[in-house]
Structures are given as C-alpha cells and as structure tokens.
C-alpha cells in the first residue's frame, strides 16, 4: 500500500478547482460557487487544492484538528469522496475535532461564535456528510474520544488547524503525531505565525522528526510536512 508522501508530486496542479467541482459537486450538488460563499479561514484556492488532492490521495486515516465552518472539512472529506468513487472501495471517513464555541485562535474573528450549525450546513450542502466523524469537544478531550471509538489505527493525514496559541499548537502536535505513522503526512495551516510557527521551527528540519516537503507561500502558509522520526 503506497504512503501518501510517496504521492506528492504536483500536489498543488493535478486537479484544480475548476475540476474538483466538475467532478463533485457539477451535477449532483450545488455549484461549487455556492459553496465558496459557504465561509470559513482557508483564504486561498492552492490550499483547498492541495487538502483534496492529499485527502484523494491518502489510504489511511485523515484526522483534522479544527474544522470551523466545515470548508477544509469539506475539501478534504470531497477528496476521499472521490476516491471511493474512483477505486470503488471503501475509503476512510475524516474525522474531525472541533468544540465549534469560543474559538480565540485569531483576530478579526468573533470569540463564542457558534459555529456548530454553519458547519453541518456546509458539509451538507456539499454532499459530503456521510464520509466525515466530527467529535464535537476539544483537541485535549477527542484524545480519548479517539482512542476509544477508532482504536489505536495509525494516521496517514494529520491537518492541524485548532487552537493557535503557544500551548494548543503544542498540545495538539505533542499528543496527535505519535500517533501518525512513519511516512504519513502532517498538514499544518497558519505556518507563519503564532503557536503553528513555533511547533515548526521546534520540529521540522534536518535532525527533527519531520521534514518539510510543501510550502504555500501564501498569507495563511499552509505547510505539509512528512514524519520521518518518532518524537
Ligand atoms: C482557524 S479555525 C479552523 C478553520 C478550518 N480548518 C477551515 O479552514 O475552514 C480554528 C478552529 O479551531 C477550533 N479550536 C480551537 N481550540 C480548539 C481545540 N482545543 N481543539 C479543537 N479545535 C479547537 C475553533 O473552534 C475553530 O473552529
């Protein structure tokens, strides 16, 4: 079974966005363009390219940390909607952690904003429910809530995207990368700034446990990273 980090190349070109609705949301579905009025923080298309064309490619587990108002939840649950379709095989469900209250992450954003009914609109409306999990508590609480609904199966695909100070961006790298398998890939958005910048520097690099292999150089900087030590 090849490892998504095997699979990078052209992760940002192979299918665009004009494709992506195309395929998925063309006829069945709303137009892609409703769906981009839907919200959320993932300002660039490369972006929302590259998480569906990782999650199409990924055979493992997809676990996201942080899903707001669903858009990367979206991207990334349409890649492995589209895979089944393809392979015609079962393909993993994303499971997604978000506690969808008091999100202090970033500035300009509301705090206690509710953001719960947003999310299952968008996945709704994307016709992509069915292939996601959402445990709706903290990063530190899912942890549990993990091990104890799916087991122990190792991840393939670790999107963090939760809480962005310091210490959350630290928890949720500390806690969810062992539990990532060697040569899965971790996807970490807002690499530039804040508590995501910090875990960068800390583990990614030359004698670090992972290694960088993607770089949006967009404002947001959404980084891929592939594990190759333990921590
Ligand atoms: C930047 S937004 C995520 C955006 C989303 N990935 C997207 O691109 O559409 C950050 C989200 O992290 C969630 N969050 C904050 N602290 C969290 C925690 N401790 N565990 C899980 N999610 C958390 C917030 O509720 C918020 O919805």
Redesign the pocket.
């Known amino acids: 079974m090849s490892m998504l980090s095997e699979n990078l190349n052209n992760i940002t070109h192979s299918l665009d966005l004009e494709s992506i609705s195309r395929y998925h949301w063309g006829r069945k579905f709303l137009t892609y363009r409703n769906i981009q009025l839907l919200g959320?923080?993932?300002h660039s298309d490369k972006e929302k390219c590259i998480l569906f064309n990782c999650a199409n490619r990924t055979q493992g587990q997809i676990v996201?940390?942080?899903?707001?108002?669903?858009?990367?939840t979206t991207y990334l649950a349409a890649g492995v909607k589209l895979r089944a379709f393809t392979t015609r095989t079962h393909a993993c469900h994303v499971i997604t952690?978000?506690?969808?209250?008091d999100?202090k992450?970033?500035g300009g954003m509301r705090e206690n904003e509710w953001?719960r009914e947003d999310f299952a609109h968008a996945i709704y409306l994307a016709g992509v429910s069915s292939h996601i999990d959402c445990l709706e508590m903290?990063?530190?609480d899912a942890e549990e809530a993990y091990t104890a609904d799916y087991g122990d199966p190792a991840i393939e695909l670790l999107f963090i995207?939760?809480?962005h100070t310091s210490e959350?961006a630290h928890f949720d790298f500390e806690t969810y990368f062992p539990k990532v398998s060697l040569g899965g890939v971790i996807a970490i958005?807002d690499s530039c700034y804040g508590g995501p910048c910090e875990v960068i520097q800390e583990y990614s690099g030359n004698d670090k446990p992972m290694r960088e292999v993607h770089r949006c150089d967009d404002e947001y900087s959404l980084t891929l990273h592939v594990k190759v030590a333990e921590l």
């Open positions: 959320g923080t993932m996201e940390i942080g899903a707001y108002k669903g858009l990367s952690i978000d506690p969808f209250i999100y992450g970033r953001t903290t990063s530190r995207d939760g809480d959350g958005h």
